[in-house]
């Protein structure tokens, strides 16, 4: 007797890891399986308590798709020993913990702009807005900083033996003024803050930080305002006040990103990272951005060949987190 032919088994999904870019205000997530990122989803950090809720809520939606079975995440912070307190938000990210409670084989946390960095040989075409400068020097380290929540700060580095990132906190480095105005503009801060960190005046609190230094040292009057409202009302051209605060916002970021080339030899590209420079890319092209930038006396020379590009890929830092799951062992 001939046996029936069995039915051929069920094909099972690929197993994935779930990939996230997790900031002070909005965590990304998708799935990567077979070395394809799937669709992102955004959550929004303030309509959890922990960050396990967040996680448990995407995974909750995705029942039924590829098992989970490993995590790689981008965080909005210093990380030490696989965990993060968030910078701009009360979540702690523990990558141990993760792994024990939901099962994980591995789970890795790793400082957000160390993602993005590992993203920049990648990125190409219509990923990037160049503003000033010529090609990149092949093999020379490649720079990037976002202002965003916060703002980061990463280098990527080519070597022989491979390429390497350096994540930093240099968001938190002291913010240098290049002329009277912008002295103005840091005493004002200093007197509320103390220390005045790039931070304070390039990200989205920094702008707001901006758009009231710009009232009170003018003498002037405007509505209160968030970011996004400031740069609305700066690129609509309805509000002096806003397109001051803007205008200064960009001087300021080309001026820390000449100090982040010179410092760090990027002679491969300074990348500006970040969810506020898409947004304002039109005015940032046409704005003080570039000039200040160059403009470092004797070695202007030095920068002026220096590309600089806006990242309007909005999953960039995934593509980061697939090069880093990429990589062997």
């Known amino acids: 007797m001939t046996a029936a032919p069995r039915k051929p088994a069920a094909a099972q999904a690929a197993p994935a890891a779930l990939i996230g870019d997790i900031g002070g205000t909005n965590a990304r997530f998708a799935l990567l399986s077979d070395g394809v990122v799937d669709r992102m989803e955004i959550l929004h950090v ?16 995705r029942q039924g798709r590829n098992a989970v079975t490993a995590a790689a995440l981008a965080v909005a ?46 990125l190409s075409g219509s990923d990037l807005q160049q503003i000033g400068g010529g090609p990149a020097q092949a093999g020379a380290p490649m720079a990037v900083l976002g202002p965003g929540t916060g703002l980061g700060v990463g280098l990527y580095v080519p070597g022989s033996g491979g390429p390497a990132v350096v994540p930093t906190e240099g968001g938190h480095a002291t913010l240098p003024a290049t002329d009277a105005r912008e002295a103005d ?16 005046a390039l990200s989205g609190q920094g702008l707001e930080n901006l758009y009231q230094a710009v009232m ?19 690129m609509d051209g309805s509000c002096t006040v806003a397109k001051a605060a803007l205008d200064l916002f960009c001087g300021f ?16 590209g300074v990348y500006i990272g970040g969810g506020i420079a898409p947004r304002i890319a039109s005015h940032l092209a046409a704005s003080s951005f570039r000039e200040r930038f160059e403009a470092k006396g004797r070695m202007s020379v030095y920068l002026a060949p220096i590309p600089t590009w806006i990242i309007l890929r909005p999953d960039a830092a995934f593509a980061g987190l697939r090069a880093i799951a990429e990589q062997p062992g």
């Not at 701009?88 to 939901?102: P, Q, Y």
């Not at 009170?216 to 700066?234: E, M």
């Not at 080309?254 to 030899?265: E, I, P, R, W």
């Open 77 to 122: 912070g210093p990380v030490a020993a696989n965990r993060c307190d968030l910078t701009n938000s009360e979540w702690v990210i523990d990558g141990n913990a993760l792994r024990a409670r939901f099962g994980f084989r591995s789970s890795r946390v790793v400082n957000d702009f160390e993602a993005l960095a590992w993203s920049l040989p990648g």
């Open 216 to 234: 009170t040292l003018d003498g002037v009057a405007a509505p209160p305002r968030d970011a996004a409202g400031i740069t609305g009302a700066a």
């Open 46 to 61: 303030r309509d959890f308590g922990r960050f396990e809720d967040a996680v448990r809520a995407y995974l909750a939606r």
């Open 185 to 200: 503009v840091i005493a004002y801060l200093r007197e509320r803050h103390g220390h005045v960190s790039a931070e304070r």
């Open 253 to 268: 970021l080309g001026g820390v990103a000449g100090n982040l080339a010179l410092t760090s030899g990027a002679r491969g």
